[in-house]
């Protein structure tokens, strides 16, 4: 078992700025790609792998960064120039990928684990 923690949502003005962090715990990180998701949808945000491909919702890219610290086991999501539309649940997801270490997925379906998830509210 994964357990994942999100923090770091909460309420902003458009065109501000939101990091959120998700950090693991249970199993060894390094064998695990990490993916953020918004939304009861579960729309693709960004992925991640172990040593750091990255993947991004193309709607997305250039204002949102995906990261992570591999010795602290934190991925995180720094979010800049939000707008109203990026207001939702943000979740974070865990997907086995053994010794892949390049490998990750933007497919929800795909994921073993996820967060609770953390609210973004972004007002006009």
């Known amino acids: 078992q994964v357990q994942l923690v999100e923090s770091g949502g909460g309420l902003v003005q458009a065109g501000g700025s939101l990091r959120l962090s998700c950090a693991a715990s249970g199993r060894p990180f390094r064998n695990y790609a990490m993916g953020w998701f918004r939304q009861k949808e579960r729309e693709f945000v960004a992925a991640i792998s172990y040593?750091?491909?990255?993947y991004y919702n193309d709607s997305m890219k250039g204002r949102f960064t995906i990261s992570r610290d591999n010795r602290r086991n934190t991925v995180y999501l720094q979010m800049s120039s939000l707008k109203p539309e990026d207001t939702a649940v943000y979740y974070c997801?865990?997907?086995?990928?053994?010794?892949?270490?390049?490998?990750?997925?933007?497919?929800?379906?795909?994921?073993?684990?996820w967060g609770q998830g953390t609210q973004v509210t972004v007002s006009s």
């Open positions: 997801a865990a997907k086995y990928v053994g010794d892949r270490e390049y490998y990750a997925s933007r497919i929800s379906s795909e994921y073993d684990y």
């Open positions: 040593l750091d491909s990255t």
